[in-house]
Structure formats: structure tokens, C-alpha cells
């Protein structure tokens, strides 16, 4: 017996025969072949690189093993005239969409239906500034957009997308986040008229079901932005830190190849070392401006670890610090800090903001729940050094190489090790200078438009792409009783 194998490049072959064509055949323990010059070979362009075996004699092994050991799956076609190839294929394997050129994924505008809870237009959140954006240039990229969101705060316009308020509830054991399913008749008869080509829904909260319900309703392909474990229910599933990316596959919550990253991005005009004011400084700092001032600037809720910045500053008497914000945690915070060297501005926005990031000398961040931690991207683009917590999202923002360079992180808890951190960008103007300017140019890396741009051109088409070829799948067993009836052709749903 003599084997010879070949390695085809499938992104340059043309599509497969059927294998309802008359000329296919398939004989498990007898297949007689002859090989021939000029070859012909066939296969699935989307497919990845097959191996061919072609024997001449009337005898093979009905499997193979994979260098790996792994049990193979044995496919095949009769190619030309009288060569039959068998596909080689890990059963284990997990198949990605193909990539698309550019004039693929920009050919025709797009209809996106958006399901974000809380409301990304009034309630303060993480998210709150990446779903504007994401809006934003949406519009400009000439999609049409709908929003669905809890009904308070909900804007008249915003960048020409269609809004939608749904009827809201206050969670009980948390009043300030409004929650609502989503699944009023108002609700699914104006997203059913939009006729959406994808559904975009965000969690962490209940309105992710009503989503999932409307796109099955629908038959609309699903994405969602993980913050709670619900994506095993969706098409693809964004997340915006690869250390969240990591968590998912090791629990097996979804399938690897369905999890994607949603790039990190910053308004780094918005957030700019110009902003620097001495006006702010003093606001900051009770009127001391020459003391170091460490800034924290995000909601004070309790899952944000913000009691350790207590015993931080009970470490360092000679700082000042500056809580910009404000949450369910504040009135607690400032018992905590009553008579210590705080300041609490609640909420600020517009160039206050700016400038009160500009204004501080270090922004600390402890949290360890941080799937991403946009805060501490916009401290960076301001030119401030941060100390953040070596946990979750931060470790992307501020990684392992990038220690000492652009940032430093502190063992999560650790007080000792975030005082360390801490002290010498205090008390070092140089050494605080040149770590700004390094975090500042690495932010400047990083854009909404781009960001934007990749979940819309390649994010939604791998959404699409599984969709289909769940479709595909769950008919697959309707098309083989149909072709056996009626010996019609396969249709393929790709």
C-alpha cells in the first residue's frame, strides 16, 4: 500500500460538489483508486486546511488518529473522475467565520437594535460612556440604531437613534438600579416594525431575557455584553477584558471561538493633560493644593473596595484624597473618612471632569471587580499615573510588562504593597512626570471609532456567521428526510 498526502490551500479551491450528486459515491471497505496528473481538488472555501489521502488499493482504515492522539472523523467525496479524497477533521475542532474583505463587511448599512440596562443616558456606570460612544459612531458609520433602555433619563434624541424607555423597577436589595424586562407589546411590535438585522443586548441585568425572547421571536441573530452568566443563550458573547475572556472558557460557560473581545477605548481629546487646573486643584484639595492629592473617580459602591483606601490613608497622613462620584456606598464613605483629609464632589461631568482627573497627582483604583475599569483608561489619558489593583480587566490596562512603565498594580488587598506603590509617584515629580507621559501616549493608541468599527465589521458578522450555521444545523435533520423523500439537492444555508 502506498499513501500519499496533500495539503490544499481551501481559500483557493472552488465550492464542494454535493453529496447528493449523482457521481458521489462511498464504499466503507473497498475503494479503488487511480491518481491521475492535473488534479482537480475540491473543497469548502470557509473550511480550514484538509489533509488528502489517496491510496491504490482496495483497503483502508475506517479512522485515523491525529498527532494528538484525538479521534479523527472521515469524510468523502469523489473528485474528477475517479479519485475519491477523505477530509480529515478533528472532531473536536471548533470552527471560526471566515474573514471578510472590506467590501464585505461595509457593503450595506446595517439595523442594530440596542438592549442596555441600566440606561446608559442617565445612570453613572462603567459602561455608560462606551455605550454612547458605541452609538455615536454607529450613526456615523450610517447604521440605524434603536435603544431600549429603562425609561428614566431617556433622551428626546441622541445621534439620530431611535429610543425606547421601558417601564422600570428599582432592584430591592439595590434602589438606584432600575430594572425592566423589556417584554411589554409597545416593546416587541416597535422592534419587530425596526426589523433589526442583529440584537445587541448588554447585562447585568433582567433585561437581557426579554432581549433573548424578542430576537428568538424574531429569528434575529443575538449578541450579548457579558457582566452576568447568561451568555450561553447567545450567537456570540462580547467581553471587555481577556482575563474576563479567560474565566468564561475555563467555567465552559460558552463555547471558546463564541467569546470576543470588545476593544478597550477613551475620549482622549475629552481627557487631556490641558485640563490641568489650579481652580480644581484647590476644590479638590480643601484649599491645599500643595499636599499630594491621590484621586479616585468611579460609582462608591461596595463591591468596589473602597474601605481599603482607608487604611491607605491612614499610612500616608501627609496625602490628600479626592472622590469624585457618588453611589449607594457615599454616605458610609464619608463616615468612614469624617475628619480625615477627604473630599467627596459627587458627580461631575463635562470639562469638570476633565479637570479633575488632570488636576490630582495619582488616581488609585482598588477595586478587584473590574471587568474592564474605563476610569483608569481616562485617569491614563490625562496624564495621571495610576495604582490599580493586579485583579480582573485592570491587569489588560496595566499589564505585567507594562509595570513601572506605564502604571502600577498592587496585590489585590494588599495595603502595604499599594502604599508602596503609592509613595514614591508622590513624593517623585519626576518619576510621576515620566509615568504619565508614557500612560498618556499608550492610551492615545486607543479610540472609540476603532473599537466601534471592529465590533460592527467583524464582531457582528462572526454573530451572524454562528447563527446561521446553528440554523443550518438544527434543519440539517429536515433536509436529509426531505432530499430522501422528494431526492431534492442539499441547500446550503451559509
Not at 62 to 74: A, I
Request: charged share 25%.
Amino acid at each position: 500500500m502506498s499513501i500519499h498526502s496533500l495539503f490544499i490551500n481551501p481559500s483557493l479551491s472552488p465550492p464542494p460538489f454535493s453529496a447528493s450528486s449523482s457521481s458521489y459515491s462511498y464504499t466503507p471497505t473497498s475503494i479503488s483508486i487511480s491518481l491521475k496528473h492535473n488534479l482537480s481538488c475540491f473543497c469548502n472555501p470557509r473550511a480550514q486546511p484538509i489533509g488528502l489521502v489517496c491510496t491504490k488499493t482496495h483497503s483502508f482504515l475506517q479512522s485515523e488518529r491525529h498527532k494528538s492522539g484525538r479521534l479523527l472523523n472521515l469524510r468523502s467525496f469523489k473528485v474528477a473522475s475517479n479519485m475519491t479524497i477523505r477530509e480529515l477533521r478533528d472532531e473536536e475542532e471548533e470552527e471560526n467565520p471566515p474573514a471578510l474583505l472590506e467590501s464585505e463587511i461595509c457593503s450595506r448599512p446595517r439595523r442594530i437594535a440596542l438592549f442596555v440596562e441600566p440606561s446608559p443616558f442617565s445612570y453613572v456606570s462603567g459602561y455608560k460612556n462606551r455605550f454612547q460612544n458605541f452609538i455615536r459612531y454607529l450613526r456615523e458609520m450610517g447604521d440605524e440604531v434603536m435603544v431600549v433602555t429603562t425609561h428614566e433619563g431617556v433622551p428626546q434624541e441622541f445621534y439620530g437613534a431611535k429610543l425606547i424607555g421601558s417601564r422600570s423597577f428599582p432592584f430591592p436589595w439595590y434602589q438606584k438600579v432600575p430594572l425592566s424586562l423589556a417584554l411589554s407589546p409597545r416593546i416587541i411590535s416597535a422592534v419587530a416594525e425596526f426589523k433589526p438585522d442583529i440584537i445587541h443586548a448588554s447585562s447585568p441585568g433582567i433585561m437581557v431575557f426579554g432581549a433573548l425572547i424578542i430576537a428568538k421571536l424574531l429569528c434575529v441573530p443575538l449578541v450579548m455584553s457579558y457582566h452576568t452568566h447568561v451568555p450561553v443563550a447567545a450567537d456570540l458573547t462580547l467581553v471587555p477584558s481577556a482575563a474576563l475572556a479567560k474565566e468564561l472558557e475555563a467555567a465552559r460557560v460558552t463555547a471558546g471561538n463564541k467569546i470576543r473581545l470588545w476593544n478597550k477605548g477613551v475620549d482622549s481629546e475629552s481627557f487631556h493633560p490641558q485640563f490641568r487646573s489650579h481652580e480644581m486643584r484647590l476644590r479638590l484639595s480643601d484649599g491645599e493644593p500643595e499636599r499630594p492629592l491621590i484621586v479616585h473617580v468611579g460609582r462608591l459602591g461596595v463591591e468596589k473596595s473602597l474601605d481599603l483606601l482607608k487604611r491607605v490613608m491612614d499610612m500616608l497622613p501627609e496625602a490628600r484624597i479626592a472622590f469624585i462620584g457618588d453611589g449607594p456606598y457615599r454616605e458610609e464613605l464619608e463616615k468612614m473618612f469624617s475628619g480625615m483629609p477627604a473630599v467627596f464632589t459627587g458627580m461631575l461631568g463635562g470639562e469638570e471632569l476633565s479637570q479633575a482627573y488632570a488636576s490630582g497627582d495619582v488616581f488609585v483604583m482598588p477595586s478587584e471587580s473590574e471587568t474592564l475599569g474605563l476610569v483608569v483608561l481616562e485617569a491614563m489619558s490625562s496624564g495621571l499615573p495610576v495604582v490599580a489593583s493586579r485583579a480582573g480587566g485592570l491587569i489588560d490596562i496595566i499589564p505585567e510588562d507594562q509595570e513601572g512603565k506605564t502604571g502600577f498594580c498592587f496585590n489585590p488587598g494588599d495595603v502595604d504593597d499599594c502604599v508602596s506603590k503609592l509613595k514614591p509617584l508622590l513624593h517623585n515629580r519626576e518619576l510621576r512626570e515620566t509615568i504619565g507621559k508614557a500612560a498618556r501616549e499608550e492610551t492615545e493608541k486607543y479610540g472609540w471609532r476603532a473599537a466601534t468599527k471592529k465590533i460592527r465589521n467583524e464582531q457582528y458578522n462572526a454573530a451572524i456567521w454562528f447563527w446561521r450555521k446553528k440554523r443550518a444545523q438544527f434543519l440539517r435533520p429536515f433536509q436529509w428526510l426531505f432530499r430522501l423523500i422528494f431526492q431534492a439537492p442539499e441547500v446550503n444555508y451559509r
